[in-house]
């Protein structure tokens, strides 16, 4: 996962991330990586309109977010 996660920030990808909290409640949430370190990671959260910590083993699954191009005829 943490691969994945290096592979994300470098591209500058924006991710759907689903993620475990520490209550055992699941959210999806749309990320953008800032830095890793160690076993966590400093993201900018996009439905909570500011920077978050995650901890990776936290992650459950995470999801590249492709933007498709309109077609103009």
Do not use: W
């Amino acid at each position: 996962m943490k691969e994945q996660l290096i592979k994300a920030m470098q591209r500058n990808q924006l991710l759907n991330l689903m993620y475990m909290a520490n209550s055992s409640e699941v959210s999806k949430r749309r990320i953008k990586i800032i830095k890793i370190v160690g076993d966590s990671f400093q993201a900018y959260c996009f439905n909570k309109q500011a920077k978050r910590t995650f901890m990776i083993d936290s992650v459950l699954a995470v999801v590249p977010v492709f933007h498709k191009e309109r077609e103009v005829v």
